[in-house]
């Protein structure tokens, strides 16, 4: 029977392992606030731990067992305070007071453990638990329809029937057990019943999960029904053919818009956006600071200002990075400064310090841009600062003697070029076709965003990003952006 709870509660840990990962990929385009996404997901999150604990605890490891009680209990909790914050913001005295009862619930458990209290006990005590919390989830579901008449919401309530009438169940028989000291050692009957009580708390996540999905379908869909009113009164009221077919072409483009952002939301874009920019400056962080360690022992040494004013700099530009990219996926393109191209360029030299002289890398200047053009340095910082690194990385499983980057500046009356050259393998046509596109990547190591990114940036500012291979060996990566 043990074999049977290790491969039941295996089961049920991939499961609730795809559906951890499928709300972490939803959460930032679900339509509800941020203190339900928290809920939801710490709850997600410790449904996963639970069953994971439960596979572990099978094979008799007894602390798993403790920690799976915990994680369960923990798990129903959020799940309370989620349902109670889909009806009004949760009072922060409510949230502190159940996790102190959550936490006197794991010392009084673990201490039925410890002094080994019979069986029969700690699962009365934990089934209790169970009971009580179903009750009041049932509770705050039924007060939920009263507003809200989403099917998902009696697909809920049935789920949470059903568990009050599986626990119960159990709870009636449990002192009939004999000769079980631990729940991987229960018989037929007592694997059966938690089989199917577990299968109604997956079901449970997966109606809750469902019904976030609809609300934001039903969102889109109010959106989309908006913007069909509006076509079809402009019909009514202007005979002019021409404005009804520039309306009709916006809205194909608002539809096209929707469905991008509902996959961009589905695939944790802004989430790998953010990991991948800010890998770069705190990298760079860390290298200072490894830098610094090596001379501060001699606190005489002049360099030690400098790499202290690098690694301030460096911090200052995180902070940059991560006020741009607030507003980075919305139509406003925000800050901007007037910037003279060939000054912006001579920065990244400074940047790359480090790394240009591990790699024996020479960085190169052809610059012919004086005039100054209106962008956001933040954003196009990390534009350059990822082409240079790309071109860092080619290098890595070349030998070739002469590696050197050239970043060259060109402008003419309405445009300035900035170009990222390289000497290094260049670019196939096979990966060429697809490089821009997100999560595609030629890097062991990289999540595919950069690229992407890049261009989204320089298209936001009214530009273009494009590759040519060079004649001879090594990419250019062009930026051409209107002088404004």
Not at 83 to 91: D, G, I, M, R, W
Not at 122 to 137: E, K, V
Not at 440 to 457: A, E, P
């Amino acid at each position: 029977m043990e074999h049977v709870n290790q491969i039941t509660y295996g089961i049920f840990s991939a499961f609730a392992l795809i559906l951890a990962l499928k709300s972490g990929f939803e959460i930032q385009s679900l339509k509800i606030t941020d203190d339900q996404k928290t809920f939801w997901m710490k709850a997600v999150i410790g449904f996963l731990l639970s069953n994971v604990s439960f596979a572990i605890g099978s094979f008799g490891v007894l602390i798993f067992l403790w920690l799976a009680n915990l994680c369960l209990v923990f798990t129903l909790n959020n799940v309370f305070l989620l349902f109670k914050a889909l009806q009004q913001p949760v009072n922060k005295k409510l949230i502190v007071f159940s996790n102190l009862l959550i936490v006197i619930y794991a010392l009084v458990f673990l201490s039925f453990f410890i002094i080994e209290v019979p069986y029969g006990v700690r699962y009365s005590l934990a089934g209790c638990t169970l009971l009580i919390f179903s009750l009041i989830h049932l509770r705050e579901i039924i007060k939920l329809t009263k507003t809200d008449h989403s099917v998902y919401l009696k697909f809920i309530a049935g789920m949470l029937i059903s568990l009050i009438a599986i626990i119960g169940v159990r709870l009636f028989t449990v002192n009939e057990v004999a000769n079980v000291i631990y729940v991987y050692q229960e018989q037929p009957l007592g694997i059966v019943i938690r089989i199917f009580m577990a299968l109604s708390y997956f079901g449970l996540f997966v109606f809750i999960s469902s019904y976030f999905y609809e609300k934001l379908l039903l969102s889109e869909e109010e959106t989309v029904a908006k913007l069909n009113a509006t076509v079809s009164e402009l019909k009514a009221v202007t005979a002019q053919k021409k404005a009804v077919k520039a309306l009709l072409e916006e809205r194909e483009q608002l539809l096209s818009s929707l469905v991008k952002v509902q996959k961009i939301a589905q695939t944790g874009v802004l989430s790998a956006s953010i990991a991948h920019e800010l890998s770069q400056p705190l990298c760079a962080v860390k290298i200072n600071a490894q830098s610094m360690r090596i001379l501060i022992r001699n606190q005489t040494d002049p360099l030690l200002g400098e790499t202290l004013n690098r690694i301030n700099s460096n911090i200052d530009r995180a902070a940059a990075i991560i006020d741009a990219l607030k507003g980075l996926f919305t139509e406003n393109i925000g800050k901007g400064d007037s910037v003279a191209v060939d000054n912006f360029v001579k920065s990244f030299g400074t940047i790359f310090q480090s790394n240009l002289k591990d790699k024996s890398v020479h960085l190169k200047y052809e610059l012919n841009a004086p005039i100054a053009i209106h962008i956001n340095v933040a954003e196009f910082q990390q534009v350059v600062i990822n082409l240079i690194n790309n071109a860092l990385n080619a290098f890595d499983k070349m030998d070739n003697a002469d590696k050197h980057i050239i970043i060259k500046t060109q402008q003419s009356a309405s445009s300035t070029r900035i170009s990222v050259i390289d000497n290094g393998p260049g670019i196939s046509d096979a990966v060429g076709n697809t490089i821009f596109e997100l999560t595609k990547t030629t890097q062991s190591t990289g999540m595919g965003v950069g690229l992407w990114l890049s261009r989204y940036i320089v298209e936001r500012h009214g530009g273009t990003l494009i590759y040519e291979n060079q004649p001879e060996a090594g990419v250019a990566f062009i930026i051409e952006l209107p002088n404004r």
